[in-house]
Structure formats: structure tokens, C-alpha cells
């Protein structure tokens, strides 16, 4: 079954760049699936980030839209997200899940990490 | 903007019912989906496709839909079910969650 796991520094510096990894474990990112990054501030609800095919098509959050990056390496079975221009309102566990087609549901998803955007 | 309303709470009492709403103009047009998250945790898919049940949930948890309304209805709670419950929908922007409704077990 599918597995995935973030991974990336826990803290970042304000007008930084939060730069995340999700390993994908079980299967293969090159399957017909979407790969998704959604976040939850402590304590708050989640949010969407966006999402990528696997052949390179993506749908971002047009509130983030502007500051990311969601890419997929094939050959290294993963798929990155960078978020530009960060401030404290960043700051978040971030998820990555898988979902079977665009804007439907997440199903596995990762185990979660968290990012602080302080000084 | 598209959003998804939920009760920010429910309190229901061991074997009883509990019923947790998620609204929104568009969601005759689009599928809702159901998560549960315990504390600590990653949230789990319950609910999909508005009543499809995935494999390895619990028969107790279903969904229904009517009108604008999505329905989550856990049948004989357990204190186990004490999680926040968010919904999740689309519109042509993108994917959207609800608030979250916090189901209490007393």
C-alpha cells in the first residue's frame, strides 16, 4: 500500500523559502494519482495548497498561488513543494496525501511536519 | 469565495447518534468528502463521494446528502469517535475544507 512521508528543515526565517519533500513509498508517483499538500496551522483548520499530476500538471490555491511550487521527480519517487516569501502565518504541519484525480479526495496521507517561520 | 460551513461543535453521549453538517451553495454540483483527525494525528478519509464508506471504516460512520447539505451520521458513538470530523469539497478554483466540528463523547 501506499506510503508517504514529508520531510524538510522544521524552521524557517521570515521572507525565507519553505522548502518540503514527500517521499512516496508502496507504489509508484508516475501512476495516474495526484499528489496534494495541504497544511493546518496549530490549533486551526486545514488547508489546501495544491496539487500535481504525474505529468506535471498542477492546481494551486489561488491564495498561495503567487509564492508556489509544487514539482515531482520521477526518478527519485518524490514530489517537492516550495512556498516563497514566508511569514509567521506560514507556519504549519504540512501534509502531502495522494488523491485519484484533481480536487477529490486525500487518501493515504502523510504522517505530517511541522514548519515554524520564526528569526 | 467558496466556503464550507460546519458546527464548530457537537456533544453526543455514548451509543447515541451524532449528526455533523457541512453546507455550501455548491455542493449539489460537487462531491463532499468526510475526514476524521484525533490529536496528534493525520486525518483519515471516513466518508467519500458523499456516502461511499472506505474499507476498514467502521459500518457506524455514513453520509448522506440533501440539497446543499452533506450529512456525517455516526450511529451508536463510541468514546474512540472523540475527533474533530472536516469536510472537504471543490468548486472551480480548487479544493476547500470546512472549519471542523469537534464531536465531544460525553
Known amino acids: 500500500q501506499v506510503q508517504l512521508q514529508e520531510s524538510g528543515p522544521g524552521l524557517v526565517k521570515p521572507s525565507g523559502t519553505l522548502s518540503l519533500t514527500c517521499a512516496v513509498s508502496?507504489?509508484?508517483?508516475?501512476?495516474?494519482?495526484?499528489w496534494s499538500w495541504v497544511r493546518q496551522p496549530p490549533g486551526k483548520g486545514l488547508e489546501w495548497i495544491g496539487e500535481?499530476?504525474?505529468?506535471?500538471?498542477?492546481n494551486y490555491n489561488p491564495s498561495l498561488k503567487s509564492r508556489l511550487t509544487i514539482s515531482r521527480d520521477k526518478s527519485k519517487n518524490h514530489f517537492s513543494l516550495k512556498l516563497t516569501s514566508v511569514t509567521a502565518a506560514d507556519t504549519a504541519v504540512y501534509y502531502c496525501?495522494?488523491?485519484?484525480?484533481?480536487?477529490?479526495?486525500?487518501?493515504?496521507w502523510g504522517q505530517g511536519t511541522l514548519v515554524t517561520v520564526s528569526s | 469565495s467558496y466556503e464550507l460551513t460546519q458546527p464548530p461543535s457537537v456533544s453526543v453521549s455514548p451509543g447515541q447518534t451524532a449528526r455533523i453538517t457541512c453546507s455550501a451553495d455548491?455542493?449539489?454540483?460537487?462531491?463532499a468528502y468526510w475526514y476524521q483527525q484525533k490529536p496528534g494525528q493525520a486525518p483519515v478519509l471516513v466518508i467519500y463521494k458523499d456516502s461511499e464508506r472506505p474499507s476498514g471504516i467502521p459500518e457506524r460512520f455514513s453520509g448522506s446528502s440533501s440539497g446543499t447539505t452533506v450529512t456525517l451520521t455516526i450511529s451508536g458513538v463510541q468514546a474512540e469517535d472523540e475527533a474533530d470530523y472536516y469536510c472537504q469539497s471543490a468548486d472551480s478554483s480548487g479544493t476547500v475544507f470546512g472549519g471542523g466540528t469537534k464531536l465531544t463523547v460525553l
Open positions: 496525501a495522494r488523491n485519484l484525480a484533481a480536487f477529490t479526495w486525500f487518501d493515504p
Open positions: 508502496g507504489g509508484s508517483i508516475s501512476s495516474s494519482n495526484w
Open positions: 455548491a455542493l449539489p454540483k460537487q462531491f
Open positions: 500535481i499530476h504525474y505529468s506535471g500538471s498542477t
